[in-house]
Antibody, heavy 121, light 107 residues
Framework: QVQVVESGGGVVQPGRSLRLSCAAS????????MHWVRQAPGKGLEWVAV????????YYADSVKGRFTISRDNSKNTLYVQMNSLRVEDTAVYYC??????????????WGQGTMVTVSS | AIWMTQSPSLLSASTGDRVTISCRMS??????LAWYQQKPGKAPELLIY???TLQSGVPSRFSGSGSGTDFTLTISRLQSEDFATYYC?????????FGQGTKVEIK
């Protein structure tokens, strides 16, 4: 069964850090670009970051650039996002999504169930 | 960034209706457009990519059309399981952007 499962969410104070993980199974993880997408409570979808299949390329939304770092470990079939200097406006459900292509330049065909991150004092 | 205007934001319809959702881009994106369906408390699911290609397993009552700046998602005969929120998304350039969403509710 093709799936991705996020973990690592929780409640964190503004300015602190958190790392999310996304475990992939049922497909050749090293062959696909991977994304993080978030959704604030009651709001729409916001793309966060992408990483290519071999980890050599990545891009970020302006809202997280310089604070978030996307990475992957193909030996563990796992995607990560390190989130530093968290802000209240980073509060959202964070989804991991598989790209149809290796470079991360196609649509997102598999999504995880999401993990909630709440930034609050 | 490429901006998208999705309309309407809310659509009231009955089972069996034909419904159409539009997505307009701030600049041309060829056919690099996807449509997603999201039900409450669930992750989005891919319906259509490359503007008009149906994702495997998606019912044929869903169809997509358009190219350049104007795109449309059509549900030919609305079923009870289709009441959800729909998003368009461009993957022509970074940052990836989504439309604001269209909630399809029971009339």
């Amino acid at each position: 069964q093709v799936q991705v499962v996020e973990s690592g969410g929780g409640v964190v104070q503004p300015g602190r850090s958190l790392r999310l993980s996304c475990a992939a199974s049922g497909f050749t993880f090293r062959s696909h670009g991977m994304h993080w997408v978030r959704q604030a409570p009651g709001k729409g979808l916001e793309w966060v970051a992408v990483i290519s299949n071999d980890g050599s390329k990545n891009y970020y939304a302006d809202s997280v650039k310089g604070r978030f770092t996307i990475s992957r470990d193909n030996s563990k079939n796992t995607l990560y996002v390190q989130m530093n200097s968290l802000r209240v406006e980073d509060t959202a459900v964070y989804y991991c999504a598989k790209d149809r292509s290796g470079l991360g330049i196609d649509a997102f065909d598999i999504w995880g169930q999401g993990t909630m991150v709440t930034v609050s004092s | 960034a490429i901006w998208m205007t999705q309309s309407p934001s809310l659509l009231s319809a009955s089972t069996g209706d034909r419904v159409t959702i539009s997505c307009r881009m701030s600049e041309g994106i060829s056919n690099y457009l996807a449509w997603y369906q999201q039900k409450p408390g669930k992750a989005p699911e891919l319906l259509i990519y490359a503007a008009s290609t149906l994702q495997s397993g998606v019912p044929s009552r869903f169809s997509g059309s358009g190219s350049g700046t104007d795109f449309t998602l059509t549900i030919s005969r609305l079923q009870s399981e289709d009441f959800a929120t729909y998003y368009c998304q461009q993957y022509y350039s970074f940052p990836r952007t989504f439309g604001q969403g269209t909630k399809v509710e029971i009339k």
